[in-house]
């Protein structure tokens, strides 16, 4: 991450930015390689081969990526573009957080019935088309009843696909194994929030700035467009997710080790 906070100041091809990208990479697979050779793994890597566990949790980091990049610009943009206050700001957020009290309880419930992908893959369509509509509108001369369609929709899909996502983890592997298939999950999900604001800011910092309102209205687009990217990318993870939770796991063929 830090290669990529620092890629518009130090250069994308300086030895900072370039160094920190390939060490992370290097940890990665050091990572990968010492979990498939330990006695009693953390994050057993049999775990990507079952289908569910390995395409919700790409599914559920683009989810994050997504929300956190979006949650970063947008009191940033009532305030500095439409001139509202702090309180200002976050009342106009209310309708796109609000959902998750909402939507998320129902959805967890419905997707027991029809199968976690529905909602994975219709919840980040929905964030998609919402983000991107926010990418289209928001200039200096948008009101926020423009806005409000792309809050509301973004935020429906988001919760929608929240807790289906993590159902279709969980219940990819044997009971015991619950809490490193959450672990997992949720490492996934902050990587992706950290991840989804570094490549949003890289992208704004690029394209506009603070120096004026149209700066930043421009700088704000561009981020939208990279949050409504990861929101499409989601989805073509998720549309890999089996349709109907198996009712045995692939994981459960395996011996429990003592």
């Known amino acids: ?29 050091g990572f990968v390689l010492w979990e498939r050779r330990a006695a009693a793994p953390m994050l ?39 001139g509202t206050g702090p309180l200002g700001a976050g009342l106009r957020l209310m309708p796109w957080t609000a959902t998750l009290m909402i939507c998320a309880p129902i959805a967890g419930r419905l997707a027991d019935r ?8 219709g919840g980040l369509i929905m964030q998609t088309a919402g983000m991107g509509w926010i990418a289209l509108a928001a200039d200096t001369g948008a009101s926020y009843p423009e806005l409000l369609p792309g ?14 996502a993590q159902k279709a983890v969980v219940g990819a592997v044997r009971p015991q194994e619950i809490g490193q298939a959450s672990g997992a999950f949720m490492m996934l999900r902050i990587l992706g929030g950290v991840l989804g604001v570094a490549v949003a800011v890289a992208v704004f910092a690029t394209v506009g700035g603070y120096e004026s309102r149209e700066e930043f209205a421009a700088g704000f687009t561009a981020a939208m467009g990279v949050v409504a990217a990861f929101g499409f990318a989601g989805t073509l993870a998720a549309l890999g997710m089996p349709g109907k939770r198996a009712a045995v796991p692939v994981a459960a063929a395996e011996p429990v080790r003592s």
Do not use: I, K
Request: glycine share 12%; with cysteine.
């Open 1 to 29: 991450m830090w290669g990529l906070v620092c890629g518009n100041a130090a250069g994308w091809d300086s030895v900072e930015v370039t160094g920190a990208l390939a060490a992370g990479v290097a940890l990665l697979l």
């Open 114 to 121: 029809y199968g976690e992908r529905a909602f994975v893959v």
């Open 151 to 164: 809050l509301l929709v973004g935020g429906v899909g988001l919760t929608m696909a929240m807790p289906a």
């Open 44 to 82: 057993p890597m049999r775990f990507f081969g079952v289908r569910a566990f390995a395409t919700a949790n790409p599914a559920n980091f683009c989810v994050f990526a997504s929300l956190y990049g979006t949650l970063f610009f947008l009191a940033q943009y009532f305030q500095t573009v439409q």
